[in-house]
């Protein structure tokens, strides 16, 4: 299993502000997964972030909105650009590990809310 | 793309009761998994059940996978306080390359009564 580290946990932000969050995995891993879940609404999967390459984005979700690093096999940042009340969500970063690949393990995620 | 739906949205039991979730999903899958998430925070994997699997148990739970309905059931037996929490159903896609590209259900708010 692995452990992940994400912070903040959580955060009130004006519009128009950006914030970034970051996550910490305690072993190295290839792929890192970004998700978003909505006020009551279930996960949508933002991008994935691959180690030195850029990240790939889903349907729906740009670069310049939601710009993505990954320096390394253990870190992952997430930034959410001009912020409106509608990015107001949980922001979940998770990653697979260890035998079973199929399985994700979740950080604690940040809830973010914008005024 | 597909999509995951459970039914029931919420659902209210005594403490010793059963708890039993459904998800409907749309296309084909390799696997089906279930998360819990306590208060809005990271989901926990609880089991996975592969496509040619009907049945799997792990502990007080029960998962069951029809595919030609394209549904599953996620059973909670002898429920505790504890258990209150939100149940997520999650897919792949069958042929997909890449592992952790989930599609969520909207889940199932479970309250168990002490």
């Known amino acids: 299993s692995a452990v992940i580290s994400q912070k903040p946990s959580r955060d009130i932000c004006q519009r128009g502000t950006s914030l970034t969050i970051q996550c910490q995995v305690d072993s190295q891993v290839t792929m890192m997964f970004w998700y978003r879940q909505q006020p009551g609404q279930s996960l949508t999967l933002i991008a994935t972030?691959?180690?030195?390459?850029?990240?790939?984005?889903e349907s729906g979700f740009v670069i310049d909105k939601f710009p993505i690093s990954r320096p390394n096999l253990t870190f992952s940042t997430l930034t959410v650009s001009n912020m409106s009340p509608e990015d107001s969500s949980i922001y979940l970063c998770?990653?697979?590990?260890?035998?079973?690949?199929?399985?994700?393990?979740f950080g604690s995620g940040t809830q973010l809310s914008v005024l | 793309s597909q999509q995951g739906e459970e039914d029931p949205q919420a659902l209210s039991i005594q403490e010793g009761e059963n708890a039993t979730m459904n998800c409907s999903y749309k296309t084909s899958i390799n696997n089906l998994q279930w998360y819990r998430q306590n208060s809005g925070r990271g989901l926990v994997h609880l089991i996975l059940i592969r496509s040619n699997e009907r049945e799997k148990h792990s502990g007080r739970l029960r998962v069951t996978l029809d595919t030609s309905k394209k549904s599953s059931s996620l059973l909670i037996t002898a429920s505790r306080a504890a258990d209150t929490a939100s149940y997520f159903c999650?897919?792949?896609?069958?042929?997909?390359?890449?592992?952790?590209?989930?599609?969520f259900g909207q889940g199932t708010i479970l309250t168990v009564h002490p």
């Open positions: 972030a691959n180690q030195g390459s850029e990240a790939t984005y």
């Open positions: 999650a897919t792949d896609a069958k042929g997909g390359t890449s592992y952790g590209k989930l599609t």
């Open positions: 998770s990653v697979v590990s260890g035998p079973h690949p199929e399985k994700l393990f």
